[in-house]
C-alpha cells in the first residue's frame, strides 16, 4: 500500500480529538467543560463455564445492567474488531492433530487444510473485544473520581453476575493507548508512546512532559483528512462511519456482533442516556405539533358530501429530516412507553470501518448495508458528517452527531455487545462460509442438543448429516450412531471415517437402565415409548381410520403400556399376556415373529450405521440408542444420534408423543440428536402430522433449513420468526446452501464448495 507523505497540522488535530484534559488519577478524561469520563475493559470469564447459554436469562441481567448503569449515567459500549495474526487465529480454530496411533489424524489434516485455504475469503482473523465509558458531571475532577470511585463496586457486580464478565477499570495509559490503536489502525503502525519514549521504557507522563507535548501528540495520527463527503484518511487508512437509523421492535441478540464483524478492523459504539419520559413527551409532542401543518381538504366523493360540505384533515409534516424523524418516533415510543409503563432510553449506533483500500471500503461497506438488512435494520452513511462520527465512534462517550434513537430497555437488552454465548463454546466446528460476508460459519453444537435439518430432495440433508458427523468425530471423543432407512448412502462415508454399519438389529424393547427416564416418574418414557410402538408395529394411522376409530386405537394402546412398562422382560409380558389376552390385545397382535438381538454396541467403535426399513423399526432402534447413551454418560462419554429421517414418527400422536419426551431428556442430558425431515412439505399439509409438527419445532434448538418449497417454508418462517431478509436464502438453493438459526444466531451459510472439488468435501460423495 502506498504510504501517506502527509502530516496533519497539530493544531487542527488538537482540535479533532475530542477531548480537554486527562488525568492520571482514576484514568479519567474530561471530554467537555465539567464532563468527565471513565472507561472499563469488560472481559470474558477465563474459567471454564459449566451448563448451557440461556437467552432469556442473559437479556434479564442485560436488562438490570442497562437500568443501573442509566440511572447514575450516561455510558456507551464500544466493541472493537481488530486484526488478529492469521496463524494465531488458524491455531485457535484448527483440529490439533498429533496423537500417536489417531485413526482420524489424516482427516483431521483435510479438516484443517479446508479452514486455511478459505481463512482469506472473509474477514475472520480478527478478535473482539468490548469497552464501557461512563460519563458524569462534576464540579470538580476530585468530585468527578469520588463518583467513580462509588460506582466502582456495583459495576464490576453487575457485569460479574452475568456468567462472571469483569469489568475491568482502565488506567490513563491503557485509555490513550486504545484510543493510538484506534487513530493507527494498521498492524504494524508505530507503538503506543515510541513518539515520547524520552528514557526508552516506552510512555509515560514525564517523558511527555520532557518533551513538550501533551497526550493528544501521543495519540495523534501523522494524516487526517476529513474533506471528502462520505468517508475520511486515517493515517494510511481509508474510513467510513456509519450510523443504524431504525431498528425493529424484534431483534436478534446477535445483530450487533454481526454488524461488527463485516470487517476485521472496524469499531461499533452504542451510547446509552436515561430519559425523562414525561418531559420528553411533552418536548416530542410540541415538537412534532410545531413540525406539522394541517390541512382541510373537501370531500367531493358523493353528492351528499358535496351538499354537507363535508372536509377530511390533511396533516403533513413541513421538515422531512433525520430531527423530524427522531422527534416524531420518539412521540410514538412514548405514548406506548406511557401506556404500558415500561423505561425508555436513548441510543445512538454508530459503526467504523477502516480499510487499506478504496476497493477494500466499498467492499465492506456493501456487506455492512447486507447485513443490517438481513435484520431489518436500514442504516446510513453520516455523509458530510465523518470527522463528527469518526469523533463520536471513539470511546470516550462524546457523541457529535444527533443520531439519537428511542428504546425501551427491553428491545435494548436483546441486543447483546458482550459475546456471551462464546464462553460455552468448547469446540467451535466449521460449518461452512457465510453466505452474506465470507466468514467462517464456527458453531459448538453441543451447545444446542436438538436439531432439525429439513430441505426438498436433493438439497444437501444427507450430506448436512454426513458432516455434522464428521465434525463430531474429528473434534471429539464421542460416538456417533446414525440411523437411516438407505444404508447404501452412507457406505463410503463409513468407510472413510473408519466406521461400521449394521443392516438389520432388533433390540429388546423391555431392557432399560434404571436412569433410562431421567424423571421421578420412572415409567413414563416407558409408557410412551410402549404406546408408539404398539401403534406404529400394527400401522393403525396409516390406515386412514376415522378419528373416533383413531383416538380409541390410541387410548387403547396407552392402557397397554401402562401395563407393559412395568416389565422388564419379554418373558414376563408374555405371561401376562396369556392370562389377560383382551388388555394386553394390541400387544398379543404386535409380538407375532417378534425377535431381539443381543447389544452390538460396545463403546470400541466411534462410528455406527444402523439401518432399518418401517416405523416400528426406527423406534425400537432410538429407543435403544437412548438407553444406550444415558449407559455412556455415566461414563462421561457422549452418543450423538442422527435420525435420517423422522417423518413416519410424526404422524402418530403416540410416535410424536414419545419423539417430544425425547427430545425434552436429551436437552436436559446433553445428549445431541439431530432429526431430519424428508417430506417437510406432506406433513404441514397433513391435519393430523401438521399439529404434532408444531409441538414438535418447539423443542428444536437448531435447525438447519436448505431449499424448501412455499407451503412448508411458510410454516417455518412463521414459526421460527425468521427474518424476511433471509428467506431467499432456502430458496432455490444450491446443495449445501442454507440458513442455519439457534435461540442465540441466525446465518445464511453455504457448504457446497464446488462440486466437492476439494479433497475433504469428497469424503462425503
Known amino acids: 500500500m502506498k504510504q501517506s507523505t502527509k502530516t496533519t497540522n497539530r493544531a487542527f488535530m488538537h482540535n479533532n480529538i475530542p477531548y480537554r484534559y486527562c488525568y492520571e488519577e482514576g484514568g479519567m478524561i474530561e471530554i467537555e467543560k465539567d464532563i468527565y469520563t471513565g ?140 484510543l493510538h490503536d484506534i487513530y493507527h489502525p494498521g498492524a504494524h503502525n508505530e507503538e503506543f508512546g515510541a513518539k515520547v519514549d524520552y528514557d526508552g521504557k516506552g510512555f509515560s507522563i514525564k517523558s511527555m512532559q520532557r518533551m513538550n507535548m501533551d497526550t493528544k501528540d501521543v495519540i495523534a495520527p501523522e494524516y487526517y483528512d476529513c474533506k471528502s463527503r462520505d468517508y475520511m484518511r486515517v493515517g494510511n487508512f481509508y474510513v467510513r462511519t456509519y450510523f443504524i437509523n431504525s431498528i425493529p421492535e424484534n431483534i436478534s441478540d446477535s445483530v450487533l456482533l454481526d454488524l461488527a464483524s463485516v470487517s476485521s478492523n472496524s469499531v461499533l459504539s452504542i451510547h446509552y442516556e436515561q430519559v425523562d419520559e414525561e418531559l420528553g413527551f411533552q418536548v416530542a409532542a410540541k415538537h412534532v405539533k410545531d413540525n406539522t401543518e394541517v390541512k382541510n381538504i373537501p370531500v367531493r366523493d358523493t353528492v351528499q358530501d358535496r351538499k354537507e360540505h363535508r372536509v377530511r384533515r390533511q396533516e403533513r409534516a413541513v421538515r422531512q429530516n433525520e430531527e423530524e424523524y427522531f422527534y416524531q418516533s420518539a412521540l410514538n415510543m412514548f405514548k406506548r412507553a406511557k401506556s404500558q409503563s415500561h423505561t425508555l432510553l436513548q441510543a445512538s449506533f454508530v459503526i467504523t470501518l477502516f480499510a487499506e483500500s478504496m476497493e477494500e471500503l466499498e467492499r465492506d461497506s456493501k456487506l455492512l448495508r447486507v447485513s443490517a438488512s438481513k435484520y431489518v435494520c436500514q442504516i446510513r452513511c453520516l455523509d458530510l458528517q465523518q470527522n463528527e462520527g469518526f469523533q463520536s465512534m471513539l470511546p470516550l462517550n462524546n457523541l457529535k452527531v444527533n443520531v439519537k434513537r428511542m428504546f425501551q430497555v427491553e428491545q435494548m437488552a436483546v441486543m447483546q455487545p458482550l459475546c456471551s454465548q462464546s464462553i460455552y463454546e468448547k469446540e467451535l466446528m466449521f460449518y461452512g462460509l457465510n453466505s452474506i460476508n465470507d466468514n467462517f460459519v464456527l458453531m459448538d453444537r453441543s451447545n444446542f442438543p436438538t436439531a432439525m435439518i429439513a430441505g426438498v430432495e436433493n438439497s444437501g440433508k444427507t450430506f448436512s448429516v454426513k458432516r455434522e458427523a464428521a465434525n463430531t468425530l474429528l473434534g471429539t471423543d464421542d460416538e456417533v450412531v446414525i440411523l437411516t432407512n438407505n444404508p447404501r448412502e452412507y457406505h463410503s462415508f463409513a468407510r472413510n471415517f473408519h466406521g461400521h454399519i449394521i443392516g438389520e438389529f432388533h433390540p429388546d424393547i423391555f431392557s432399560k437402565d434404571n436412569n433410562y427416564n431421567l424423571d421421578k416418574d420412572k415409567k413414563i418414557l416407558q409408557r410412551r415409548f410402549m404406546a408408539a410402538y404398539l401403534i406404529s408395529k400394527l400401522g393403525f394411522h396409516r390406515t386412514c381410520p376415522s378419528n373416533e376409530l383413531l383416538q380409541s386405537y390410541y387410548e387403547q394402546a396407552e392402557k397397554e403400556a401402562e401395563i407393559l412398562a412395568e416389565f422388564s422382560s419379554l418373558n414376563e409380558a408374555l405371561l401376562y399376556a396369556k392370562d389377560h389376552p383382551v388388555e394386553l390385545q394390541l400387544f398379543v397382535k404386535s409380538i407375532e415373529n417378534l425377535s431381539f438381538h443381543e447389544d452390538v454396541l460396545n463403546g470400541r467403535d466411534r462410528l455406527t450405521i444402523m439401518g432399518y426399513k418401517k416405523e416400528d423399526e426406527l423406534l425400537a432402534q432410538l429407543d435403544y440408542l437412548w438407553n444406550y447413551a444415558v449407559q455412556r454418560k455415566k461414563k462421561n462419554s457422549t452418543v450423538w444420534i442422527f435420525v435420517d429421517s423422522v417423518d413416519e414418527l410424526i404422524y402418530s400422536t403416540t410416535g410424536s408423543d414419545y419423539l417430544i419426551s425425547l427430545l425434552e431428556r436429551a436437552d436436559v442430558l446433553k445428549t445431541p440428536i439431530t432429526l431430519v425431515v424428508e417430506d417437510a412439505v406432506h406433513i404441514v399439509t397433513n391435519q393430523r402430522a401438521v399439529i404434532e409438527f408444531e409441538y414438535l419445532l418447539d423443542k428444536i434448538r437448531c435447525f438447519r433449513l436448505f431449499s424448501l418449497n412455499p407451503v412448508e417454508r411458510k410454516k417455518f418462517v412463521e414459526k421460527l420468526n425468521i427474518s424476511r431478509q433471509l428467506i431467499p436464502y432456502f430458496v432455490d438453493r444450491s446443495a449445501g446452501e442454507g440458513v442455519l438459526i439457534t435461540p442465540s444466531f441466525s446465518v445464511a451459510f453455504n457448504d457446497r464448495f464446488a462440486d466437492k472439488e476439494d479433497e475433504f468435501y469428497r469424503l462425503f460423495a
Open 39 to 178: 472507561s472499563y475493559e469488560i472481559v470474558p470469564p477465563n474459567k471454564e463455564m459449566k451448563g448451557s447459554y440461556n437467552s432469556k436469562m442473559t437479556k434479564m441481567i442485560m436488562e438490570e445492567i442497562l437500568q443501573k448503569l442509566a440511572e447514575k449515567f450516561s455510558f456507551q459500549f464500544t466493541i472493537r474488531n481488530r486484526y488478529r495474526d492469521k496463524e494465531e487465529y488458524l491455531a485457535s480454530v484448527m483440529i490439533d492433530e498429533k496423537g500417536a496411533g489417531d485413526a482420524y489424524s489424516h482427516l483431521k489434516n483435510l479438516y484443517n487444510n479446508v479452514l486455511q485455504e478459505n481463512c482469506d475469503i472473509g474477514h475472520n482473523n480478527f478478535a473482539h473485544t468490548v469497552y464501557l465509558t461512563i460519563t458524569t458531571e462534576a464540579h470538580t475532577p476530585e468530585q468527578a473520581l469520588e463518583i467513580f470511585a462509588e460506582a466502582d463496586t456495583w459495576i464490576k457486580e453487575i457485569f460479574y453476575s452475568l456468567y462472571g464478565f469483569q469489568a475491568r477499570a482502565m488506567t490513563l495509559e491503557e485509555r490513550l493507548e486504545l
